[in-house]
């Protein structure tokens, strides 16, 4: 599959790029990115063309791969499936209601693939934990907390990232909790939330099914109060998240290739795909609705 790239920062760097080369079923043909000396560096490290122009990679490709924020990211993707690619999309797919739709609509026009880059439902381990959980029937109650130090003093490289410090822990951390618990518990149909300090957000969900559940985000604690935890309870006990491996992003975007050639074969749509990434941009926006409503 000849894929391109749109994005040139870190994630494009570290996980989108390497996967994109090491993928068997994939030809990096080329990468654009809104800084032409950044597409023309990173191109040079992936050996591959760098592209002035988005339209004209598309038209050299049969995929896109995202790694743009989601506002950018969202335009573009509507373009490129115009143009008869399919899509390997970030989460979230827009932070803006409209937009996620507006984008659903032009790849269901289009006839072409999807599939949201939710790391931890590509992570082998985590994407096997949810996938028992969503055959077991009877859970009552779930909560995901993420406890990230990218703004609190960790280095990370993605701690300037303009758009992580406009939407916070929220959007960026929201889509990849909500990704976890939503299959085993079913559709949202109640959203409350409060804040505390910096970016952190308590968040109170209510499921179609009768469960409810919680998600606590944040990007500012210190690096020593940091985790990533995720739990179910119901008629069949406690279940808890397993650990990460040692494996990493690239490997999880991997699995999402394979995930995109797939849905490209068979016709079958993916879970994760587009119409899930505009539930999750509808369920962020409730949350940060809800959190107008209190003022804070």
């Known amino acids: 599959m000849r894929i391109g790239l749109l994005g040139t920062g870190p994630w494009a760097r570290l996980t989108h790029g390497p996967a994109l080369v090491e993928h068997p079923g994939t030809e990096l043909v080329g990468v654009w990115g809104r800084r032409p000396e950044a597409a023309a560096e990173l191109a040079g490290r992936l050996n591959t063309r760098a592209y002035e122009d988005a ?3 598309f038209a050299d ?4 791969a995202f790694a743009l924020p989601p506002d950018v990211q969202a335009p573009l993707a509507v373009r490129a499936a115009a143009a008869g690619c399919h899509l390997l999309l970030d989460k979230p797919v827009a932070t803006s209601v409209p937009a996620a739709r507006e984008l659903a609509a032009a790849v269901a026009a289009a006839g072409v693939a999807s599939v949201v880059f939710f790391t ?3 992570a082998p381990e985590s994407a096997a934990w949810v996938a028992a959980q969503s055959a077991t029937k009877g859970w009552v109650t779930g909560r995901a ?3 990230s130090p990218v703004f609190g003093g960790s280095g990370s490289p993605y701690q300037d990232s303009p758009w992580r410090r406009e939407r916070g822990a929220l959007w960026d951390l929201g889509p990849h909790t909500l990704s976890l618990l ?4 079913g559709d949202v149909d109640s959203v409350t939330a409060a804040r505390g300090p910096g970016d952190l957000v308590h968040i109170a969900l209510g499921h179609a099914s009768g469960a409810s559940s919680t998600m606590t985000l944040t990007h500012t ?3 020593q109060a940091s985790s990533v935890t995720a739990e179910l309870r119901g008629a ?3 279940t808890t998240l397993p650990e990460r491996g040692e494996a990493g992003a690239v490997t999880s975007l991997l699995h999402a290739v394979d995930a995109l050639l797939a849905a490209i074969r068979t016709g079958e ?4 795909d587009v119409r899930f990434g505009v539930r999750v941009t509808e369920i962020l926006a409730s949350t940060e609705a809800a959190l107008l409503a209190r003022g804070v």
């Open 55 to 57: 339209d004209a990679l």
């Open 61 to 64: 490709c049969d995929a896109v």
């Open 120 to 122: 931890l439902r590509f």
């Open 145 to 147: 907390d993420w406890y």
């Open 182 to 185: 939503l299959p085993p518990l």
């Open 221 to 223: 604690v210190p690096p």
């Open 236 to 238: 069949a006990g406690i």
């Open 269 to 272: 749509p993916h879970p994760c």
